[in-house]
């Protein structure tokens, strides 16, 4: 039976994070801050996403799966993102292929 006080409680937790890393995301106009906001930002998305599946009871075999496909996921997500030199935006890489050469919001070039 899962754990109803626990659900909530990471639930409201994330709910905050996601309103908060939105408002980084969108406000910050400091690319350094971005740089080392958005890693730990991911990685506690993927932390609370263990909890909730601990937290709804999820057996010890699943949770022991999820953490290398958390782990994958949080590397890829990181790995597909840069940010414009110009204006601090965040620019995916959409192709697995190829990078963006131009930021779609300054049109800044987002080679080095």
């Given amino acids: 039976m899962p754990d109803q006080q626990s659900f909530g409680i990471l639930l409201v937790v994330w709910t905050l994070l996601t309103l908060a890393g939105l408002a980084v995301l969108h406000l910050s106009p400091n690319r350094a801050r971005l740089r080392t906001f958005v890693p730990w930002y ?33 590397y890829v997500q990181l790995r597909r993102l840069q940010f414009c030199d110009g204006c601090a935006r965040t620019v995916p890489r959409l192709r697995p292929l190829s990078e963006p050469e131009f930021c779609s919001r300054c049109g800044a070039s987002l080679r080095n």
């Fill in 42 to 74: 991911t990685g506690l998305g993927a932390v609370l996403l263990l909890g909730i599946g601990a937290a709804l009871g999820l057996p010890v075999a699943l949770l022991a799966v999820m953490v290398p496909l958390l782990a994958l996921i949080t």
